[in-house]
Structure formats: C-alpha cells, structure tokens
C-alpha cells in the first residue's frame, strides 16, 4: 500500500489521499523539533491541502523504525554516521543533504553555583559534571572535544541523551553539562550556555532525504527544498543551527 | 461492625510509605505553573495525545482482560511443569525493559518479524499505527492483570466452585457465577494496574509503534517530547494524566463497592 | 442393573484417608451412613459427588459410570445430578439466600424467573421465607443450614447426599425439616449422613455402619437398629422399629395389636407408619401392670444377651433393656412368656 | 486429588493469550546470534550492569515489603474517603510516566529539591548513588506489591483474624502468624510483580539517578545504551535479565509451594 | 460485684439483629442459652466475645467495662480474655492441628515448647493426639471440631463461651467431649449454646432461653427444665434433674431414697451427681407394679397440666407424662398419693 495507507483500526484518518488532502510524514531527530514545527506550519500554509505530520525521536531509534517498515516521507538525523546506516538501509531515495550543523556548549544552571567559564573548570574536584554516554552521537562528540582540549572529565553520570544532560543541569543536580547549542537555546532561561573554544573539533553535521517508500515523493522533495531553502535556515539559524 | 484490627505500629511503615510516595507527588504539583497551566495542556498535541491515550488504554485493558483472565485461572488452578513455564513466560514482558519489548513485538509483528509476512498476505501492517500502540500496551500490561488476579485466585481456593458444581453448574457457569465474582477485589486490583500501566506505557510503544501525533503518539510520549523543552509542561500534562486516572478508577471502584458490598 | 437407572453402586479406594468399601443403594432407597468421626462417611460422599477422585474402583449409577479406574472414565460433579448438602452449609457469600437457592435450578437452565419461583417454594419448605433477600453472613448458623437444605434439594437430583443435615437446627425446626427430608427423600435414591440415632430410624430404609473406612454392619434400619453386630452400630443403635399402619393415632401391628403413641405429625389413618421405641424404654413384668403405660404387650423371649452393663431380653416383639438384678429378680430365660409395658409416650410414631 | 475445572472454551483466550506473549519472545530469542552471545553478555559493563540490578531490585523489593504490607493492610481494611484518597496516592507512581516520576524525584529528594536542604545538612547526597537507583525503583514498584497484596487480603477477609482475637492473639500476632500467611498467594504476585518491575525499571533511574557504569547503570540502562550501537547486544542482554528474573521467581517459588503445601 | 472478678454481666443492644437483653452469669457459673434458631444466641456470644460492637448498653466482666456505650468503652477481643468456641469450626488452614491448638498459648507469651506441651495435652482430652501434624483441611467434620473445642480450651480464659460444641460429634466421643466440657466449666464462667438438652442439663447451673432476641426465660436448669414457663423452653426441655451423692453406682437422693440409674462415666462413691430422668419414662401407678423397673417410689401428685397431647403429673419427686386416658383410668388428682416407676436404665447418672 501507499505510506499512509496503515490500517488504523481505532479510527483514525487513513486511506490514499486525493491531491486536495495530503499527508507528508515527517521523521526528524528530538533537537530539530522547535524549528521544525515552524517549517512545518509554514509548508502547510504555502501547500493548501498538505499536512504535515512528524515523529521526533533518537537518530538511531528513527532508522530503527523505518527498517522495520514505518512509514515516512522525509527523514531528517542528527548526525552523519545514522543517516549513512539508513542509506545503507536503503531506505533514501538519492543523496542525502547536509542542512545544519551543531556545536557543544557547556550548560549550567542559569546561577552556575561552581562558577564555571571554561572546560577546564569541569576537572575540578568537587565539580558534578554529566555527560552523554560514548555510544550516543553527543556522547562521541564531548569524548573528541576532551581529547582536542586535553583533559580528562571524570562525569558523575554518562547520560542516554542529550535531554538527559539536559535534565540534570536544569534541575540543579549536576553544576554543568556538554550539550548542543541548540540545546541550550531551546532549554528557556534555567540554564545558561557557555562556549568554548575546543567545541570546533567536534562539529556535528544534520543530513535530510527523501525516503524511498516517499507516498508522494515530489511533495517530500519539496519538504527538503523548504528546509534547506533560506527560509528555512533562518529559522534553523534562529533555533542555535549554524549552517552545514 | 466488625471490629478487626490493625497492629498499630504497622501505621509507621504505612505513613513512611504514603510520605515517600506522596512526598515527590507533591513536589511535583508544586513545581507546577498553574497560571499557565490550562494552555499548557489544552494545546492540540496535548488533547490529541490525551484522547488516543484514554482510548488505548480502554481497548488495551479489555484485551488483557479477555486474554489474561482465561490465563490466570488457568495459572492458578495448573499444576506441574507447564504451569511453572507457563507463569514463566507470563512473567517475561514484566521484566524485560519496554524498549527490548517494542523490539520483541517488531520481531513477531513487523513487517521483517515472523508474522510479518502472514500479516503482509492478509494486508494487515500493524506496526507504527494505533493497532500497534494496543499490541504494545497489552503486551507490558496483561502480566500485571494475570499475576494479581491468580494470586486472588489462589487465596480464595475452590471450596465454593465445588460447591457449584454438585448444584449441577458446569465450568462455565461455575467460571462466570462463583470465580470470578469471588475474585472480584483481585480481578479489579488487577484491572488498575493493567489500566494504570497501559496510560503509563512508553518504552514499547516509541520502539514498536512510533510517535505520530494523533496516530500512535500518547501520553506519555507527548510528555516525552515536551520534557525535551519544557518539563514544566511535562509535568503538568502528567498531573493531567494522573487527574483522569484517578477519575477512572475511582468510578470504577465506586460501582464495584455498590455491587459487591456484601462479599465476606 | 436394568430398570433401575439411578441405583447406586459405590465400590472404592482412597488410599491417604484409608477408605475402601462397597456400598448399594437401589433405586428409590435410602441408606443412612453411620459411623464414628473419622470414619471416612463424609469421604464416600465426596466421591459420589465427584469432589474427590478414588484411587481404586467405581462408581455407577444405574448402568452409567461415573467413575472407573479400570477404564479411567470420569463424569465431572456438574454432569452427575448428584446434589451434595455438604456438612458445612458453605452458602455463596456473594448471592442472598434467594439467589443460593436458585443457583441450581438457573445452572441447569431454567429461566430466572421460574428459578425464582423454585427458589421461594423450597425457601418456604424449610420456613426461611423471611430471609430470601439476606446475604449469608446476615444468617445465623441454623438458617444458613436451612437454606443450604433448600439450595440442595431446589436442583431435583436424581441422587441425594446429606452430611449431618440436621446438627444445627432447633429442636422446634428439626421435626419439620426431618419430615421434609423424609418426603422429598421417599422415592429417590438417597444417602444421608448422621449421628443422630431417630434421623437413620426415620429417613433409611438401610443402614450402613463405617468403621475405619470400612463397612463393618449393612442392613435393614429396624434389624441394625435392634440387633446391631458392630461396636459403633450398638452403641448407637437399639432402638425398635415396628412397622404397621396408623389407626386412630396409633399404630396397628401386622398383627392386628394396637402400639399406643405419640405422632409428633398428623397421621392419616390406614397410612404406613412406624414406631420407634427405645428398648430402655420397655419394661418386662410376669403380669399385666396396672398403671399408667397404655401398652401392656404379651411377648415370648427369644434370647437373653449382655449389652453394657445391661441384660438385653429380645422378644418376638421388641426388645427391652433391663439390669441384672431385675432378670434374676424375674427369673427370665429364653421362652419365658412376658408381657411388655411401654408407657405410650415413649412410642413415636411416624408416617412412613 | 481435587477435581475442579475449568472451561473448556477458556484454553482458546488462555493460548491465545500464551501465543501473544510467547511468540515475541521466541523472535526475539531466534533473532539472537548464539555464536557471539557468550562474549555479549560478559563484557565488564553487562556483568557490572547486571550486579547492579540484581542487588538494587533485591533492596528496592524489601522496601516495597517493608512499607508496602503495611499500606495494603491499611488500605485492605479502611473506609471512607481518607482509603480514597491514600489509594488514589499510592495509583499515582502507577500512572505517571516513569521518566516524570523521576522528575517528580528529584524535586523531592534532589540537591534543589523540598528535602534537599535537609538531606544536605545530614550530609546525604542521594543523586547519582546507587542510593537514588533504589529510591527510584521502590517509588514505581511499590503501588504494584500495594495493590495485588490489597486484593488479596480483601478476598481473604478477616474471618481468621477475628477467630485469632478471641484466642488472646494482638493485632501483632494476628497480623505475624494469621493475616499475613493466609494472604501468602498475594504477597508472593504482588512481590514478584513488584522485584519484575524494579529489574526493569529506566525511565525514573536515568531521570533521578543518572547512569554510570558499576554505580546507577542498571542493566535496562546498559541495555538501551548498547541498543544505540548494536541493537542484538541489547536483545542478548534482555535475554539475561529474562533468566535471572524466571530464576530468581522461579526459587522464591519453590520455596513458598513447599511451605504453604498446606494452605487452603 | 466485688470478690466476683469473672461474673459477666450482658446488657446489650444490637439493632438490625433486633437483639436487646440483660444476661448476669455469676463467678464460676454456667449458663446455657437456649432458642430457636435465630434467636440471638450467636449474637450475645460476639458480642461478649468482642467481635461485635453493641448498639447500645454494656459487658461487664467484673468491676471491669469490656464495652459500655455511655462511656465509649470498647476493650478488643484479644484483651479480654475470654474464649469463643464458634459455632463453625474455622481452624486456622494453614496451621497443622497442633499448631492450631498451641496457637493461643503461644499468643499469650507462652515460649513454643511449653505451648507445643499444654496443644498436646489437650489434643489428647479430646482424643485427637494421631491427628496433631494434620492440616485442617485432612481432617474429618467432627475432628475438625475436636480440634476446636481443643484449641478454645487451651488458652485457659477467664470466661469460657460456646457455641454448639457437641453438634458434630458421634454417638461415642460426645458423651467424653461433654465431660470434658464439665469438667473445664466446672468452676469457670461459661455461656454455653446448644440445641441438646442434655448438655443444658449436664453443664448448666442455670438456663436462658431467648426467643427473637429477647431472654423469655430465666431460671436455674432444673426448674426451667421441668416446669418451663416460655413456649420454647417447654417444647426443648421437660427433664427431671435429681440432684444428689452417688452410692454404690446409684443416685442418694436428700431424703435419703435411692434412685437406680446407669452412669455413662464412673461414678466415685459419695461424690456429688445427678441423675436426668424424661418425664415421658416415669410411669403412674396406683400401688407398687411387680416387674423390671428398679425404681418404685413413693410420691404426692401437685400438679396436673396439658402438655401438648399429654398430661404432665408433677409430684414431689419427679414429673411424669401420661396419656388423658391414663390419667382418667388412674383417677388421679392434685394430692393423690402414688408410686412411680422409672426403669433404671431410663435414669442416666452424671458426676454434678
Ligand atoms: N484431605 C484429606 N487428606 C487426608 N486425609 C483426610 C483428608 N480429609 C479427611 N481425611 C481423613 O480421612 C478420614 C475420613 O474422613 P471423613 O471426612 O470421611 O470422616 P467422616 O466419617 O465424615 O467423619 P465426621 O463424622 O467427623 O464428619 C479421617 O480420618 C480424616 O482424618
Ligand atoms: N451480620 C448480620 N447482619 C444482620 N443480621 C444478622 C447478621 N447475623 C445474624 N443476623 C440475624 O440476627 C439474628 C440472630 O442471629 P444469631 O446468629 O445470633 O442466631 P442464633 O441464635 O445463634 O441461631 P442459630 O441457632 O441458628 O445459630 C438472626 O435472625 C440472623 O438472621
Ligand atoms: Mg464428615
Ligand atoms: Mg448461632
């Protein structure tokens, strides 16, 4: 059947979709949901008719799910390393393209009680410092920034993700935290970000493409085009992104 | 007009316990914004995720009922090696993390699963929509309903199913008019904890079947994503889901204590 | 076996309770159960009922099996019509007394309604009729032994088992409630359990004594309740039965000799009837007494035998209980010719 | 020796329900490549990962026992609305999402949180210990030994109870040698459903007690990580989880059928 | 009240049983309550007991409050020390019959092998020492309630109250149950139900019966059960009680006749003992019969009343129920002198 054509048992809308109503399905990684809700709503108001519909979630959970059949349009990760497993995959009709990049920033809470300016307050004794976990994609980027910067940051917990991290700080738990910087910017004014000069080792790039099982792959081309096009990087600029 | 006791140092532990419970619950409401509250949780994602929770949940819970009930008096009145591997197997979706379990069910019922293909024939694809939401909340919550109704089971024994059967009631009848009314408090401890986890359910849902607003994205995936921004409305879209809990089992309980008020 | 559908032929095993007996009972007959706690009574009904799997034999009912090891058949409890009064009243604590007796007739089908009207027509027959709304825990002891007797007999088996049904009735309600039993017991096969001396007299046709598991005396109630051979069946026994037909609110022999007594219900004259006498209760004198007993009765000795601390003197009409010293006193021997006094208010009658 | 039965017609749902939980299970064991399982599940991290849960839900149960029984107990035998009201409490950890229960925790009981400033005078630092692993799994445990403990004791009823008053017994000893043993069957569900859910507990642990290897990465925690990477590893792990759970239940088990042989 | 630490005095209320009424059972006094079924027996025992909570009034044991409405008294069960043999058995099922016994020692502090020591002695006064390791649910209705009557027993309570003891026993341990029950009643305030008149006869000092809740008859046993004044009371009793020493296996009566009787237990010589004779087994006679009754005894009728069918002739000595016609062949009257018979193995002699 088409993508959207899922049986839905409980009543939701389902069926192909004549041109006046489509659906366009969205696969997006958790960090790009602020700015991509926005594009969303303006791709609808420019294509009467199309909503847009988006499944936020892990890099590797989202690929994970597509593997397995789930039906999309457009897949956007967030970093390089997933979306070559999805091409792998096959799951991407064409070459993916580079839309965003991101960089770490340490995150402390907004009174940053250990008084932290740099990433060399992190070793200090007595300071709690999270981290991600080597095996997420943040996680690989703080380790190569420790080994630019030449230090070796003894966290008090390596986090599943960057929300994780996130979290930590925000509630005060932890006195600081390696996160993105759209991270921090769309984290409110409970934490404050701090950049660093080593952060430029680690740059983390955002692929977006066209899935193979596309219900309507012109429409999800066009998708791409609103993201990568000035429009939408301003607003991807507005949320922290730097351009790829 | 009994006049039964409760040891009353046994009050200690049971206010410790109610504090250590009720203490994050109130931390929880406290760090709430209330003024903001009501757009908080009224926003379109919110309502949608609300709606397709409830209705899940609803629909989850009578599988497990359906299915479970059968299982738990099976369990509690087996004996011997298949019981044991049978309680077993029961016991293996409470154990494993929900995430490992999503992966189980996309192995069974996904497209590449077992079933996959069977299902592919008959053009069912369950994984990623709603059906799979109700695969996935069944699956994690129908060995809390087994488990609890067969302990019930077990403490309430047989003595009055013999009694029904030398008044002429078959299996059935015994089944509908003297079990399952006798186990009436564990069938309904049970229920609210199937239903409780069922609106509680995460783990297996993301993993088997998505997050799609209005498809397959509930509650507490909703509460995912916004904890992503803004805990703040993650919690307060808990407390909502807390809020209808609460008013669910509670109608319940209250229907069940009108009709089972005379039970010993 | 033909032609009685619904005799009982019970011939069991169960090894960890030590029971292994054999037991008839034709159809339309019943046997009364006797036998010390322990004996293994409430064991024989549990298996007939089928709550209880024997290790060894078979069970039939008429020339259907209910149970046979050989041929390991096995017919559940539900499929047996075989209602069971257990020895505790066990009511459903979740239906009122109502509903428990309407539980049978609506678990073989009939509709609510009419179970309904089954249900308040037995509820009467045992005069709980007051109490069909009330749950379980809201009766006393005696009225949940009422309406589980009710509950019982509300299924219209083709075999009925009762354990003990009466301990826990009044002495106003017991009469009345062993009568009912006595009706509804009349012409269908029955095994009945008790400790009560006048509920075998009355209700069996037979008796069995159990011993230890073991049938240790079988036979007509008035010969065990006479003549027992057991331990257990003469230290519960020695009662007389005498058969005949009322006459007048009392009872004509078979040979035309009138037995003075006391019916505890209306008798129809010419009906069946019995009167049970307790053999203490029988005086023997060389001559007809002047006095108050209404039965002065000339009897032959037949036999002479130590009972306890008493002499038994069996007559060719009942037997009397005496002390030594009053056999020496009156010189008795087998073939003495005696005339038997017994005061008419300890002959009970009883329809039969 | 006993006879009773059960519908025939109740073994379709019964196996059905069987095959619904079975048959992801089976995927899941068959997806798993045996040859290199060995080396999976013995790295540093799993064995750590796998003590650490092991020895965290063993406390966690034992605090769910400790002030759980006296809560069903409680809850079994009160009236009125303060019961509603302590049983609406104790459904709360049930319904909310795990990870929201450890926000809810933290506010609690972290450095910022309403007990932080107290805790801190006593020198107690509960975040990031093992310490906060159990706090978080007793807190989404313990509704579910409260609950299935609670059906169980209102099916026993206080018949007994009230038979051991008038034999001198206090409420201590009527609660030690009467209630407790004749509310066994639930005791034993509502433990192992509780212990079940501890071993799997993520969403709370990581939110309130982080995740380090050895001190708060539990096994689910260590399984997600490796599902990042290899999503069989995490399979492999669950797998072991799965047996130490049947085991572990399978002993308590043993145990209590050869000790409570006897009960009704 | 002082110097009588154990007399019970019951003033109770409770409403939706419609039970209201005063009950005193003095230091060391038996009291037997009698009814219908339904009456309120059961009632009255909870309450005492401490498992039910009166509506209105107040238990005293003593100078002590156990419950008193005005005040808001209420003293729980398990501080009152009074046993409560149930109506049910209700053994602990998960407890092993000696273990179920040792259970209220071991409550009341008693360390485990002295408990174990006191279970096992009383299993044997009840004959059931081979079934100690049993469960419950092993155990037959009658040793069930052994076990019971056992484990009531083994606390040593203060106040002793049961509930139909005897009601599931055979024919061969209830007379031993029953002694024992005499025997631990002996000097130990007891409230006893029971439907059999010879337990009311046999542990009672004195009776009530209740009828609807209410007591409609109080006395002491001997007077309520030959001259009964409630409906009840006449229809459950109708007993002569002589009291007396015992003499060479017979009764001494005060006035220095001999009553011939047969004891169920050995009697010792001079030793206080009673003698329960039917008034149905005393006959009338105008001078001495010549035959096997041991007992002629001279005695002045006082009264003459219908009984039912019957006549009841009271005299100075025992009361006799005859036949109308028997009365009019005799002509007797208030004042006549007669002699009455009683059978020596219809007078049944018990230690008192
Ligand atoms: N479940 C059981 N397991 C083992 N033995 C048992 C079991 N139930 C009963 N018994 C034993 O079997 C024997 C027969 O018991 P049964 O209940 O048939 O006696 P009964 O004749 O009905 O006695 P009663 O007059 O006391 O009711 C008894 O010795 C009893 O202890
Ligand atoms: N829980 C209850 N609620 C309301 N009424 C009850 C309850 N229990 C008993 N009754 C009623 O109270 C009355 C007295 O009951 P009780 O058990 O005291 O009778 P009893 O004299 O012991 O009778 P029996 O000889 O049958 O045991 C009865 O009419 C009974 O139906
Ligand atoms: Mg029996
Ligand atoms: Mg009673």
Known sequence: GT????????????????????????????????????????????????????????????????????PADVLATANEQTMAKAVADDLVKGTPTPFAS??????????????????????????????????????????????????????????????????????????????????????????TGIDFPEAASAVNTYPIATLRDAADASLADEFVEAVTGTQGLETLADAGFTAP | MTTTLVPRWLLVPAALGTLFVGLPIVAMALSVDWSSFGSLVTTEASTDALLLSLRTAAVSTLLCLILGIPLAVVLARATGTAATLLRSLVLVPLVIPPVVGGIALLQAFGRRGLLGSTLDVLGLQVAFSTTAVVIAQTFVAMPFLVLSLEGALRTAGTRYEDVSATLGAGPTTTFRRVTIPLALPGLISGSILAFARCLGEFGATITFAGSLQGTTRTLPLEIYLQREGDPRAAVALSLVLVAVAVLVIGLTRARRDSLAGGAP | MTGEPHALHVDLTVDDRDVALDLTVGQGETVALLGPNGAGKSTVLGAVAGLLRPDR??????????????????????????????????????????????FGPRSQGTPRRDATTVATRWLEEVGMTAYARRRPRELSGGQAQKVAIARALATEPAVLLVDEPLSALDVESAPDVRDLLRRVTHDRTTLVVTHDVLD??????????????????????????????????????????????????????????????????????????AAVVAPS??????????????????????????????????????????????????????????????????VHLHPA
């Open chain 3, 200 to 273: 075998a007299a009355l209700l069996a046709d037979r008796v069995a004594v159990l011993h230890a598991g073991r049938v240790v005396e079988e036979g007509e109630t008035s010969r065990v309740l006479s003549r027992p051979t057991s331990d257990f069946g003469a230290r519960f026994a020695g009662l007389n039965l005498v058969r005949g037909v009322a006459s007048d609110g009392d009872l004509r022999m078979p040979d035309g000799r009138l037995l003075h007594g006391i019916a505890e219900t209306a008798l129809d004259d010419g009906a069946p009837a």
């Open chain 1, 3 to 70: 993508s959207s054509g899922t049986p839905e048992p409980l009543g939701t809308e389902g069926g192909s979709q004549p041109t006046e109503a489509r659906t366009l399905t969205v696969f997006a990684a958790a960090s790009l949901q602020k700015p991509f809700e926005q594009i969303g709503r303006a791709f609808e108001g420019s294509h009467p008719g199309v909503t847009v519909k988006f499944s936020f979630g892990g890099s590797s959970g989202l690929v994970a799910q597509l593997s397995e059949g789930a």
């Open chain 1, 102 to 191: 991101n960089t770490l920033q340490i995150v402390v809470p907004a009174d940053n009680p250990a008084r932290i300016s740099s990433l060399a307050d992190l070793t200090r004794s007595g300071t709690k410092v999270v981290l991600c976990a080597p095996a997420v994609p943040c996680g690989s980027a703080s380790a190569a920034v420790e080994k630019a910067a030449g230090v070796d940051l003894t966290p008090v917990s390596e986090e599943q993700s960057v929300t994780d991290v996130l979290g930590k700080v925000r509630s005060g738990e932890a006195d600081a935290g390696l996160v993105y910087v759209t991270d921090v910017a769309g984290a409110g004014d409970e934490v």
């Open chain 3, 57 to 102: 034999g078979s069970i039939r009912l008429g020339d259907r099996a209910l149970f046979d090891a050989a041929t390991r058949t096995w017919v559940p409890p539900h499929e047996r019509r075989i209602a069971l009064l257990a020895q505790d009243a066990r009511l459903f604590p979740h239906l009122s007394a109502l509903d428990n007796v309407a």
């Open chain 3, 281 to 346: 209760a029988v005086s023997v004198h060389l001559d007809t007494p002047h006095g108050s007993p209404r039965n002065s009765l000339n009897a032959t000795v037949t036999d002479l035998e130590p009972h306890g601390q008493l002499v038994r003197v069996r007559t060719d009409l009942l037997s009397a209980d005496i002390t030594p010293p009053a056999v020496a006193d009156l010189g008795l021997a087998r073939g003495s010719r005696v005339v038997l006094s017994v005061k008419a208010t300890e």
